[in-house]
């Protein structure tokens, strides 16, 4: 999936006095407290993290209320969603206007029907709301789909994502990856059979052409013994 990547990063964490004997601890609790927020240092979304504490001789900071400056040198797993990548989540609520995702757990992503594209139509089965594809009438959409779909914003603050299935690469990943596989073996099937003609072709056109030569050869050893 798109919109993850992991950044090296050198960070000052400040902590109060009153911590000075723990200090990998607090360090730890004030990393733990940027998780699952958006960050514009790092721009993205702290997903995880795994630090090193550099200089353990921190100073304590000149002010009102006197911080130690501790710097750390850690590696980031961030979450920063672009216009036009890929995301996966699961169908967590259907409409006919409207499908509700969850990216990774906890971001929210909706597709409003104006980005469904017109492949799918809304059908109401035993209760179930789901979108059924017209073209393959086993690509169906319903709570609990694993989908993949195309970013179109994302709303840093209260990290919401507007998506679309517009592409043809989007939808019910089992499906898109069920039908890649059938094609990649149907274009298999289809070189191999192309290249079984292509061979048979091949022999045959060999065939014919020894038995011409054969046939040459035999006409004129016929020409000398009647000479």
């Known amino acids: ?3 993850l990547k992991v950044s090296d990063a050198n960070l000052v964490i400040y902590v109060h006095p009153s911590k000075s004997k723990k200090v990998s601890q607090a360090v730890l609790r004030d990393l733990g407290a940027m998780l699952l927020k958006f960050d514009e240092r790092f721009e ?5 993290y795994e630090a090193n504490i550099i200089d ?3 100073k304590i900071l000149s002010g009102v209320h006197p911080y130690f400056g501790v710097t750390i040198k850690a590696k980031l797993l961030l979450f920063s969603p672009k216009p036009n990548m890929l995301l996966e989540g699961k169908v967590v609520k259907l409409r006919q206007e409207s499908i ?7 971001a929210s992503a909706v597709i409003t029907d104006e980005d469904i594209r017109n492949e799918f139509k809304h059908r ?5 709301e789901m979108f059924v594809s ?3 009438k086993h690509h169906v ?3 609990g789909t694993m989908v ?8 840093e603050e209260i990290l919401h994502i507007s998506g679309s299935l517009v592409p043809s690469h989007t939808g019910s990943i089992h499906c898109l990856e069920k039908n890649s596989v059938e094609g990649s073996v149907t274009r298999s099937r289809k070189k191999m059979r192309d290249n079984d003609r292509e061979s048979l072709l091949q022999d045959s056109v060999a065939t014919d052409v020894n038995a011409l030569l054969l046939n040459n050869d035999h006409q004129s050893k016929t020409k000398k013994q009647k000479n």
């Open 44 to 48: 993205g979304v702290l997903l995880a």
């Open 141 to 143: 959409i319903k709570v």
């Open 148 to 155: 993949r779909f195309l970013v179109k914003s994302f709303d």
């Open 100 to 106: 509700h995702v969850i990216v990774l757990g906890f």
């Open 134 to 136: 017209r073209a393959h």
């Open 124 to 128: 109401t089965k035993h209760g179930e």
């Open 1 to 3: 999936m798109e919109g």
């Open 56 to 58: 353990k001789s921190a």
